[in-house]
Each structure stands twice: as structure tokens, then as C-alpha cells.
């Protein structure tokens, strides 16, 4: 019954919405059956290759021009996830 409702959980939860998922079942313990989920942080390109996880976009300021912190030489910036 456990295996069968961490499957469907999975299923449903994850996979059906387009993720890959890797699932261990312990039972080392009598007291303490548990899973542990792997899931995929990285999207599918159309050909079926990995795509990227995330990208870099800079902020901008009000003319559009990238903006930066103090005497630093590098630009600010914030990770967008593509997932």
C-alpha cells in the first residue's frame, strides 16, 4: 500500500507535470518506512536534450542601462529559475 501511494503521489504530483522523478523506498527500521524524491530542477529541450536550469538577468535602471554596486565590476544581477 505504501509503495502503491507514493507511486500515484509522485505520478500526479510531478511527473504529469512534465518532471522527472527517482524514488528510494527505506525500510531499515520497522518503526520508520519512509521515500525520498529526487526530482529533475532542469527543463526538457523539444529534441528531449536537458535544457538550462537557470539565466542570468541583469537589473536595469531607468534609461535600460545595467546598474552596479559601489566600485564593483560586475554588474548587478538575479537568477531566474527556468523551471
Given at each position: 500500500e505504501q509503495k502503491e501511494l507514493l507511486t500515484k503521489y509522485v505520478q500526479e504530483n510531478f511527473v504529469n507535470e512534465g518532471m522527472v522523478a527517482d524514488v528510494a523506498?527505506?525500510?531499515?527500521?520497522?518503526?520508520?518506512?519512509?521515500?525520498?524524491?529526487?526530482?529533475?530542477?532542469?527543463p526538457f529541450n523539444s529534441d528531449g536534450t536537458w535544457g538550462i536550469k537557470s539565466k542570468k538577468q541583469y537589473i536595469l535602471d531607468e534609461n535600460g542601462n545595467k546598474t552596479y554596486t559601489g566600485t564593483s565590476k560586475y554588474p548587478k544581477?538575479?537568477?531566474?529559475?527556468m523551471v
Open positions: 523506498i527505506h525500510r531499515d527500521h520497522p518503526d520508520n518506512p519512509h521515500a525520498h524524491v529526487m526530482l529533475t530542477n532542469r544581477s538575479r537568477k531566474i529559475l
